[in-house]
């Protein structure tokens, strides 16, 4: 089972910006799908962005222009460069991986632990 671990997630000033990682364990190629999901307290889990195998994004509307995302497949690793923070980007930031089991007929999905983002006003 390949494992992802996230890196960079910090405090910054509203209109700053981070850079997040997302290093898998072993090669990302197997998945269909990358992305990042974000969490707050009392809140249900939701869709920031996704990468796909041929490196097509898809980003949520709150975020077009502001997060771009990318992908290393030498390096096994997923980005996401988030510019122009507002303070409801406060979150816990989580990195997925999504692989199609023919089998099951379904996505199987891999979480990282997450990592904090706060964005002060």
């Known amino acids: 089972q390949v494992q992802l671990v996230e890196s960079g997630g910090g405090l910054v000033q509203a209109g700053g910006s981070l850079r997040l990682s997302c290093a898998a364990s072993?090669?990302?190629?197997?998945?269909?799908?990358m992305g990042w999901y974000r969490q707050t307290p009392g809140k249900q889990r939701e869709f920031v962005v996704s990468?796909?195998?041929?490196?097509?994004?898809n980003y949520a509307d709150s975020v077009k222009g502001r997060f771009t995302i990318s992908r290393d497949n030498a390096k096994n690793t997923v980005y996401l460069q988030m510019n122009s923070l507002k303070p409801e980007d406060t979150a816990v930031y989580y990195c997925n991986a999504k692989r199609f089991s023919t089998l099951l007929s379904r996505y199987d999905d891999v979480w990282g632990q997450g990592t904090q983002v706060t964005v002060s006003a």
């Open positions: 990468i796909n195998s041929g490196g097509t994004p």
């Open positions: 072993g090669s990302i190629v197997i998945f269909n799908h």
